[in-house]
C-alpha cells in the first residue's frame, strides 16, 4: 500500500532538485498502484461513458476539429514544450521560447503584457489532448509522443517551481489531468509515480482550503495576478488520482479543496451565488462536486452541481448557451447580460467554457438520465465550439465568441492561453460525448456522424450514424450485429421538439413515446442491418437576450443560432423574423424578408470574416 502522507509529502517536496524528487517519489509509488490498492467509492451511476475507442467520428466538422487538433499538438516540439520547466528547474533547456502566457517573464505583474503570466500552465492540457486523441485512435506516434512528454517532464519536477508563481493551483490542476490521461488513456505506466511528484511538488504552494477570488484578493499579494489562483477546481482530479492510486492522501488533498463555504453549500440550498465570480473556473467546478458526490456520496454535492447548472442555463445564458460575458457572472434582473452586447466583445470563454460545459453535462446526463443536459451540450456544440476557429503555428487561439451588436471572429491577442489548452481536450471528448450506455443499452446523446461499437448480452454491435444534423432534420442510424440481440435504444428528443417528430425502423413508421426533452426508449428485439430513422420537427423560435431586453432576439432553429451577417439597422418585426426561410433543405445559409430588403443569416461555424449579429432589435 502506498501510504502517502503529509510528512512524505513534505520530505518528497524539500528535495533540491527536481531529478532527485521524481525518482523518490517514484519509489514511493513503486508498488502496482491500481491494482491492489483498496479503492472506495459511493456512487457507481447506472449510466456510464463508453471507451474512447469505442467511438469514431465520421467525417464532419466534428472530426476535422479533431484531426487538426491532434495533427497540431503531435508535431509541437518537446523541448519548447518543456522549456520553462527546465529552466525554472535549474536544467539546460534547448529550443525556442514558446511565446505568451506561456515563458518565463519576471516582468510581469498582472497589468499589461500578459507575456509570462502563467509559465508552461497548459502542457498537461496538451498531454491530456494527446492522451485522449490516442485512446480516440490508436495512433502509435501519438502514444510515443505522450510517453516521451512524461519521461522529459519527470526530471524537471520540482517544488521551486512554483516559488513565486502567480496560480499554482491552476497549473498544477492541468498538469495532474495530463499525466492522469497519460497513465489511464496512453498506458504510461510511469505517469502515476510523476503525478505523485507533482502533487508533491506543489503542496508546500497552496493555501489550507479553497480560497474565492474575494478571499484572496483580503490577502496580502504582490500583485493582483497572485489573486486569480483557482483551488477550487483542484477535487476533480485529486478525486480521479484517489479512484486511479487507492491513496487515501489524495482524497484527503481532495476533500480539503472542496469549496462548501462560500459556493456548494450556497449552492446546494438553492441559492444562486454564481453573480460576480470567474465564470469558466466555477462551471468547471461544477465537476469537482460531482466527482466529490461520486467518491464521497455526499448528496449535497449532486444538489449543488444541479443547482449550479440549472442557474448557468437560466440566469447566465445567451442564445448559444455560451455565458459569462467578460468571464463574469451577473447578477439576475440586472439586465447585464443584454448591456454586454454594447459593451464587450468578450461574450464567451469558447473553448475552455464549452469545454468545461461538455464535462459537467456528461457527469449530470450520467448520475439523473435527464436528457436535457443533452439538450444544453448540443446547443453550445453547434453554436460556439464548432465555430472556433483552429489554433495557429505561433500559439495564436480561438478564444472568446463575441455577440456584440457589431461582432467579428478573431484570435486572442495573447499565444497560447488557456482556450489553446482546452481545445484539443474538448475535440477529443466529441465521441464519448455522444453516446452512453447502461446495462439494458445505449443512449444516443449526440446526432451526429459517427460508429458506434459496443458489446450487448454478448453480442458485437455497431451502430452507424449518418446525419447532417441540424442543417438537416433528420438522422439515420443503421445497426450491424453478429446475432439477433434485445437491448434498448434511447434517442434524445430535445425539449423543443414539434409535434411532427417522427420515428422510423426500416423505413415503417415505428410508434414510439416522443415526449420532448426525454429519451425515447425503444426495446426491442433488433437484427444485423435494422435501419432507425428520427425526423425532427424543428421550430423556429426568437429568444430575448435576459428580461430586461426584451426586444432583443436571437433567431433560432431548434437548438441552432442563426447570426445575421453583414448586418443593418433596419427596421425587423418579429414576424419578418419567424418567417426566415433556409435557402435549401441542409443549407447553411438562411434569409428573412423584411420592409428593405432581405436579411442573411448562417450559423457561427460557417461565419468567416463578415461582420455579424447574434440579437437582432424588433420594433415590435
Ligand atoms: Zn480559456
Redesign the pocket.
Known sequence: MNAFTRRQFLSLSAAATGATLASRSMKVFASPVGKSAKISVAITPAIRTFSYNQIELLEGPMRRQFDTNHEFFLRLDEDRLLKPFRQLAGMKAPGEEMGGWYDIDPAFNGSGSFHGFIPGHSFGQYLSGLARAYAVTGSKPTQEKVRLLVQQFAPTVCSAFYDNYHLPAYTYDKTSCGLIDAYRLAGDETALAVHAAATAAVVPHLPEKALSRREQYALPHKDEAYCWDETYTLPENLFLAYRLTGNPRYRELATRFIEDDLYFDPLARGENVLPGEHA?SHVNAFSSAMQSYLVLGNAKHLRAAQNGFEFLRSTQSFATGGWGPDELFRVPGSGEIGASLSKSHASF?????AYGHFKIVRYLLAVTGDSRYGDSMENVLYNTILGAKPLQEDGTSF?YSDYNMHAHKGYHPDKW???S??FPQITADYGISSYFHDDDGVYVNLYVPSRLKWQQHGANLSLTQSADYPHAAHTEFELKSDRDTTFAMRLRIPAWAGPKTALSINGKPFNADLTPGRFANVTRTWKSGDRIALEFDIPLTLQPVDPQHPKMVALQHGSLSLFAVNPTDAPVTRANLLRASQLSAGSLDWEAVIDTGKMAFKPFQAIGKEQYRLYQEVSD
Open positions: 469558466y470563454e469558447t473553448p475552455c467554457g478564444y492561453p488557456c482556450c489548452g482546452t
